[in-house]
């Protein structure tokens, strides 16, 4: 069953949407086989993922979590936030009860400027109609404690990445990163996918320099 509720004030709209299925991290989980939910929601956050290909595209909710001004999934123990106004994408492990299905919770301004058309044409390749261009926060993939080290955890980063022609893979938040887990991205992934082009942004001294590092063996190999 599905609950859709929608609020408006003075300044914004909100519309709630609730059911009770599975849950979309578990399912996507069970979809791709991953260790843990918090992996579901670094594939939404790329976008073009869906478990129902034959009647969905998988870009909605990377749009939707893009165009309004708080965009917020709820399910199980985990929470995902985004939307224009929020600075980072989150990731969030609840405390409370699980949430049995999922919750969505968007939100608005009324006086918002902002059109789908400007968000869709910032994401289109130049004269095109195609979603040619993904941005992917890296502190997405760190777990608590976690370092990223290993080619493992850069595997999951780059899965299915190699559907868009422009990847930004957005390191805010991030202080460091290991040898192994830098050359998997930016030499032995982009080696087998050289039409696909990898744009780090938001880098300090380390993890610059060790990008630098494995991008300058490849050349001199």
């Not at 909100?14 to 299925?21: I, K, L, M, N, P």
């Not at 405390?95 to 058309?117: A, C, F, H, Y």
């Not at 460091?176 to 996918?193: C, L, M, P, T």
């Amino acid at each position: 069953s599905v609950t859709v509720e929608l609020k408006r004030t003075a300044l914004h709209t909100t519309c709630d949407v609730f059911d009770t299925g599975e849950g979309i991290f578990n399912k996507i989980q069970r979809a791709l086989n991953l260790y843990d939910p918090r992996e579901a929601i670094v594939e939404l956050a790329k976008g073009k993922f869906t478990t129902d290909p034959e009647h969905h595209t998988g870009e909605g909710i990377f749009f939707s979590s893009k165009v309004f001004d708080c965009f917020e999934i709820v399910s199980g123990k985990v929470a995902f936030l985004a939307g224009a106004e929020c600075r980072h994408d989150v990731i969030i492990d609840l405390d409370d009860e699980p949430v049995t299905g999922t919750l969505v919770q968007m939100r608005l301004r009324n006086d918002s400027k902002r059109t789908l058309k400007q968000i869709m044409d910032e994401y289109a390749a130049p004269e095109a109609f195609t979603f040619s261009k993904t941005v992917i926060p890296i502190r997405l993939a760190v777990h608590e404690g976690e370092k990223l080290v290993s080619r493992s955890q850069a595997k999951r980063i780059t899965h299915r990445i190699e559907r868009f022609e422009n990847v930004v893979l957005d390191f805010e938040g991030v202080n460091e990163i290991g040898q192994a887990f830098a050359d998997q991205i930016f030499r032995v992934f982009k080696k087998s996918h050289p039409k696909t082009l990898l744009i780090p942004i938001n880098t300090n001294d380390q993890v610059r320099q060790m990008i630098e590092r494995v991008v300058a063996a490849e050349d001199s190999g």
